[in-house]
DNA sequence: CTGGATCCCAATTGATACTG
DNA sequence: CAGTATCAATTGGGATCCAG
């Protein structure tokens, strides 16, 4: 997994790719545009994480600034996930990833 | 990293990353669009791949139809690699992901 | 019962040496 | 020069344990 304490990018692709360069957070942040989620949530959504990339990913997307995580003081705990505003920003990525997918699925047999 | 061969993704993001969801790939995409380029040229401008891990995703973005492969029977050995169509199409993804670096750098220290 | 931390093991990646 | 083989290192999945 790419983290962002590695030597300093030299140009913007690879600025963007130290932060999302990472299949699980592309959908992460989709699954976070449509609002608020539970952790279980989350882990339900993205179907075939395991507990454990899922929270290392949320971690390091909470101390680059994409990610916002509020716990509740409860039983049986809470914990919910929501995009900063730099993480809502990330909405352009992922649309023109959406776009190109839309265009192309036919070649691949979607 | 991400193959093909994998079940069909259910949306077009995942069909995106399918195909791209990973560092180096978008880091090739990236360096083909300034045109065709040698397998040494590749390797080092994509500053820290080792040679298997580069020949690996060729091999795979070629079996995509994103890169086409051009080898020259000559000693020294010769092998062009450039964009296809498909491939040079994937140019919106990396334009949106450069502009979003070229936007936040200076959040990010760089 | 949920979030998540830890341990163990399989799978992937990476560095280096080597070949045609 | 482009690629393969080999081996070390890192990562990821799943089970288990734990705190609240």
Redesign the interface.
Known sequence: M?Q?NEK????????????????WK??IV?DLLTGTKRFGELKKSL?GISQKVLTQHLRIMEE??LVSRKVYAQIPPKVEYSLTD?GV??K??????????????Q????
Chains 1, 2 share one sequence.
Do not use: I
């Open positions: 790419l962002q300093l990018p030299a140009c913007p692709v690879e600025m963007t790719l130290m932060l999302m360069g990472d299949k592309v959908l989709r179907n680059n600034g730099v920003s990330l352009n990525v992922h649309d023109a990833m959406c776009q190109w997918g839309e265009q192309y699925k070649q691949f047999g979607c």
